[in-house]
């Protein structure tokens, strides 16, 4: 039978606090639907796996210095925690953008995950005595190593997915880190004070928060900013501004004549061509089937050859292609003075209009 000491029962409280706060971030995230399944069920493998590993914590602190037959359970628990912990960054990373890093990644979390399962019997990360007291090995740095590696990666893979989504949030996610970091150092330098897996479990479900908000904002097809978010600039403008229109030209006859996935990779070509081009001046908007928006907040003075660079990029894909459509532009410029951003936006639009009806007149 156990016997808790008062340590322990403060311990429990928290570690039973932190395993029902995951348990109600799984249910919301099996929930969710603005994002994938395949997210979902990252994010839920992930927080099950920290519940988990929170028990294991647990299990580990209240059995310390007692109970010496369950040495075998806690040494076993151990090893499965440090294996499994630095996946958990790494997998989250994964969903937001999958490339070839990952498997580089994968590979020597493997390599990790087979040091610390031989650690179970030469005691190089860790150690459980006789007595079931857990002791750090001299080889302890090379988790807190690759721990550190998968969370900046998972930090570095969050500032790229911010940059493609337009949605850079530098601030966020190293406040995130922060979170992380403070729960880890307090623990690294006082073993008695337990805070690495409920600041691990808070950072988890604040990255949840800040992925789904990410990925609400964004258009699922060409990844830049949806109608919402164009919607809540135009309630909260910034001026001046200048609103770049484009409209892609019989977009129609395209998408009927060579099919919707053509048309599909017809708009997400055009809109990485947008993201490239307009990255560095301002946001660029889905807002509607083929229609696009770009709102440039800096180097007004230079949004005439920003759009010669958008029809030339045009130009050379269809030079490729002859089947891809071409695009229409139209700008204007709103200052504080203006009397509303609609009045500018519909500006804009007359005048990629006026661009349209030109275009057909030069091509007959």
């Given at each position: 039978m156990l016997v808790l000491t008062d340590a322990m029962r403060v311990f429990t409280g928290f570690s039973a606090l932190t395993v029902i706060a995951l348990g109600s971030g799984a249910i919301l995230c099996a929930?969710?639907?603005?994002?994938?399944?395949?997210?979902?069920?990252?994010?839920?493998?992930s927080i099950i796996s920290l519940m988990l590993i929170t028990a294991f914590d647990w299990f580990g602190y209240v059995t310390s210095g007692s109970h010496p037959e369950l040495r075998w359970l806690h040494t076993v628990l151990m090893a499965v925690t440090f294996a499994i912990a630095p996946f958990i960054p790494v997998s989250i990373a994964h969903v937001i953008f999958p490339d070839s890093h990952d498997r580089l990644a994968m590979i020597v979390l493997t390599i990790h995950t087979g040091f610390q399962l031989i650690s179970i019997f030469g005691g190089f990360v860790f150690w459980v005595d006789e007595n079931n007291v857990y002791h750090r090995g001299?080889?302890?740095?090379?988790?807190?190593?690759?721990?550190?590696?998968?969370?900046?990666y998972l930090v570095v893979e969050s500032i790229r997915a911010g940059r493609t989504y337009q949605q850079v949030s530098f601030v966020a996610v190293i406040s995130i880190l922060i979170c992380l970091a403070s729960g880890v150092l307090i623990q690294v330098f006082n073993g008695d004070v337990r805070t690495t897996w409920p600041a691990v479990a808070v950072a988890v479900m604040l990255y949840f928060m800040f992925y789904t908000d990410m990925i609400f904002r964004s258009d699922a097809l060409t990844k830049l900013l949806n109608r919402h978010s164009f919607e809540e600039f135009l309630a909260r403008p910034t001026l001046p501004c200048v609103f770049v229109m484009v409209d892609v030209d019989d977009f129609k006859h395209a998408n009927d004549t060579y099919g919707h996935a053509f048309g599909d990779a017809c708009l997400a070509n055009i809109a990485g061509m947008l993201r490239r081009i307009f990255g560095g001046a301002g946001?660029?908007?889905?807002?509607?089937g083929d229609e696009f928006v770009v709102i440039m907040t800096d180097r007004h003075g230079e949004v005439d050859g920003?759009?010669?660079?958008?029809?030339?990029?045009?130009?050379?894909?269809?030079?490729?292609?002859?089947?891809?459509?071409?695009?229409?532009?139209?700008?204007?410029?709103?200052?504080?003075?203006?009397?509303?951003?609609?009045?500018?936006?519909?500006?804009?639009?007359?005048?990629?209009?006026?661009?349209?009806?030109?275009?057909?007149r030069e091509s007959r």
């Open positions: 929930t969710n639907r603005s994002i994938g399944k395949r997210e979902r069920r990252v994010f839920l493998v001299p080889f302890y740095i090379v988790y807190m190593a690759v721990y550190t590696a998968s969370s900046v946001l660029c908007y889905r807002t509607g920003y759009i010669e660079k958008v029809k030339a990029a045009v130009e050379e894909a269809r030079s490729s292609d002859e089947r891809l459509p071409g695009v229409s532009v139209g700008y204007a410029f709103a200052d504080k003075d203006c009397e509303s951003v609609v009045s500018v936006l519909n500006e804009a639009d007359q005048a990629m209009y006026k661009s349209k009806r030109l275009g057909k």
